[in-house]
């Protein structure tokens, strides 16, 4: 059968010839077919040409991450802050993270890396950045109803330990996600997405 470029359950085949004369597609892909996990805007575009795009466009936000456990949710939140085009994700600890939940999203992700928490607040301080922490413990306002700045950077904790009171203390903001059910604490990875949406649903212009 002759190449096609319709859309396949794998993503798109190899593009009929002759190629569109476009310097942001890749001949690798043109030729082989583009199964990439991206939307159809972005088939056959080479990634730095999609980086290069995203940047153009990156929301106001932030994210970061406690990682002293080697934490799983990392990789999720990557792939989260990808969807709603968050600016820079901190990973603030150590440097290795489980990277199979990114489903390779952190390739268009810019990922910034700190050695502890004081490094971490320093860069903000310098970036002009607040700080807004994420954690259901004592002193923290609902994310509902409370004000969310347009620039800011969100910071998330561990599954399980949840932030470090050296984060908490250093934060210029503490909010919570409010909870209905019986459990204490939701996943991490899950709350990342529903402030990243929270913030999408306060301040982002929404495609037509």
């Known amino acids: 059968m002759p190449p096609t470029h319709e859309a396949t359950t794998n993503g798109v085949g190899p593009h009929p010839e002759p190629w569109p004369d476009d310097p942001r597609l890749d001949p690798e892909l043109l030729a082989a077919g583009d199964t990439r996990n ?34 799983l949710n990392i990789g999720s939140i990557v792939r989260s802050a990808n969807a709603f085009l968050a600016g820079t994700v901190h990973v603030i600890g150590r440097r290795r993270w489980n990277k199979r939940g990114a489903m390779v999203t952190d390739r268009y992700q810019h990922v910034r890396y700190h050695p502890d928490v004081a490094a971490f607040l320093d860069a903000m301080r310098e970036d002009g950045r607040p700080v807004v922490a994420i954690d259901n413990t004592p002193g923290a306002e609902r994310i509902e109803t409370a004000a969310i700045p347009e620039r800011c950077v969100f ?42 949406h929270a913030w999408v ?8």
């Not at 080479?46 to 991450?65: G, K, N, P, Q, Y």
């Not at 470090?164 to 990342?192: M, P, W």
């Not at 649903?201 to 037509?208: G, I, N, Q, T």
Request: charged fraction near 25%.
């Open 155 to 196: 910071l998330f904790g561990q599954e399980g330990p949840g932030l470090t009171d050296e984060a908490v203390a250093g934060a210029d903001a503490h909010l919570e996600i409010t909870q209905f059910g019986s459990t204490r604490s939701i996943n991490a990875s899950a709350a990342a997405a529903i402030v990243m």
């Open 38 to 71: 991206v939307v159809d805007r972005f088939r056959y575009w080479s990634m730095d040409a999609i980086v290069a795009e995203l940047d153009t466009r990156r929301h106001a936000f932030d994210v970061a991450i406690e990682n002293w456990q080697h934490d």
């Open 201 to 208: 649903v306060r301040h982002a212009v929404l495609p037509d």
